[in-house]
């Protein structure tokens, strides 16, 4: 297992470099990526386009994580000249419109006082501190700029064998936020 673990995460770095070049190809990516490394901020591929990447599935639906808070990241992108949406700003996401493509930034954060739907944030510059707050394992990786995949709970193996795990406890996970369990179900 653990020499099919090597071979698959290898793989994952030659198909995550395909996956950047495409990334890198859509309007606006590069010009993002650029704006926040240049300001020394830490900015990386997220969520549904990374679990896709390493599925060896195409999603021209980025999302970012950057080590800033949001009004930061609102602040660099007006004086840019890209217009930005602000609705998710609570939680850290600011939306940024780039040739008619949305393009959401979130802010690293932990997730305090949870109702069963909402939490209360506190942002943060530690991605592991932000990936302990994410469902399962394989929505934690997160991928720079460079192609170096930063895998917190094993994710990647999870993919492979075509697991859904829980960051943490199960229970405690549902009852933070209810819709985990049909996020769950979608992903079964």
Known sequence: LVKLNRIFKAKNVIMIKKYLDF???????????ELFEKE????RFIGG???????GNKSSDIDFAINCDPNITANLLLKNKIEILEYGKRYGTITALIEKKN???T?????TNPDGRYSEVIFTDDWNK????????FNAINIDARGNIEDYFDGQRDLMSQQIRFIGNIEERIQEDYLRILRYFRFL
């Open 23 to 33: 990334w890198f190809s859509i309007q606006g990516i590069v010009q993002i990526i």
């Open 130 to 137: 932000d990936a302990l707050r994410r469902d399962f394992t």
């Open 107 to 111: 802010s690293l954060r932990e997730d």
């Open 40 to 43: 020394k901020h830490d900015i």
């Open 49 to 55: 386009c990374v679990r896709d990447a390493l599925l």
């Open 103 to 105: 393009f959401e930034i």
